[in-house]
């Protein structure tokens, strides 16, 4: 979820929306980003990591879906800085638990900015639809990456979704105008709170492309940085390694 900027309060964001965070997501994708997840926790997994870190963490979803596919005998923790939203990820682990044998999940408060770890201590590490609030028009921007990269060991994976810049002008322009006129109203209609509604259609329209994306995790030190387009560009899946 990022750092709180001056003109973005997002910590009070998440916290209005937590409750409704999850069913504004399937309306919005379709019900895509469930299969969005299962790509990235694929990708997650790949290298056989024992340690596995979800920045960003919101209601869980991701670090949940790792936990899915993983089964066992792996080290999960979930990091956000909304505990409504950390709250609501926790019941959701517990539910989960009850039916399906998987690894636990630690769930920590705090600010990616100054995260509590040991350099290197994440095999991996994957943020879904969270990024661009640590990076874009952020003035933290370098030092949240930095702090990532810190936690990753050598060799380690950055696995990244999220929203992106189609190529297709004719998909960018519909894109751009589903994220102005429908996805804000019809998101604060369903939780209440157009103003956050609003900066999340509005960072995700005006985010960057899979290239820009790329050559910014390579600036900050990262590399075989790869990305994929999905849902015709609207949203990107990149793998990085440190």
Not at 101 to 120: A, K, T, W, Y
Not at 126 to 146: D, E, P, Q, W
């Amino acid at each position: 979820m990022g750092n709180t900027r001056s003109d973005y309060p997002l910590k009070d964001f998440y916290t209005d929306i937590y409750s409704s965070y999850d069913r504004v997501n399937r309306i919005f994708t379709f019900g895509r980003d469930r299969s969005w997840r299962r790509k990235a926790a694929s990708a997650c997994l790949e290298g056989g990591p024992g340690t596995v870190l979800d920045l960003c963490t919101g209601t869980g979803d991701f670090i949940l879906e790792v936990a899915r596919q993983a089964g066992g005998g792996i080290t999960l923790t979930g990091y956000d800085f909304s505990s409504a939203m950390l709250n609501e990820a926790r019941k959701k682990f517990q539910r989960l638990r009850e039916r399906e044998q998987i690894s636990p999940v630690d769930f920590i408060e705090g600010d990616v900015g100054n995260m509590p770890f040991r350099d290197g201590t994440f095999d991996a590490v994957g943020i879904t639809f969270g990024i661009r609030n640590l990076v874009y028009k952020n003035s933290k921007a370098k030092l949240h990456l930095a702090e990532i990269a810190r936690v990753i060991r050598p060799g380690g994976q950055l696995v990244i979704l999220e929203s992106s810049r189609p190529a297709s002008m004719a998909w960018r322009l519909f894109n751009g105008f589903y994220l102005r006129f429908i996805l804000p109203y019809l998101g604060g209609l369903i939780s209440g709170n157009l103003q956050a509604y609003r900066y999340l259609a509005t960072s995700s329209k005006e985010y960057y492309s899979i290239r820009e994306m790329v050559a910014i995790l390579e600036e900050a030190g990262f590399r075989s940085a790869r990305g994929r387009a999905l849902f015709l560009g609207s949203v990107m899946l990149v793998v990085a390694e440190k």
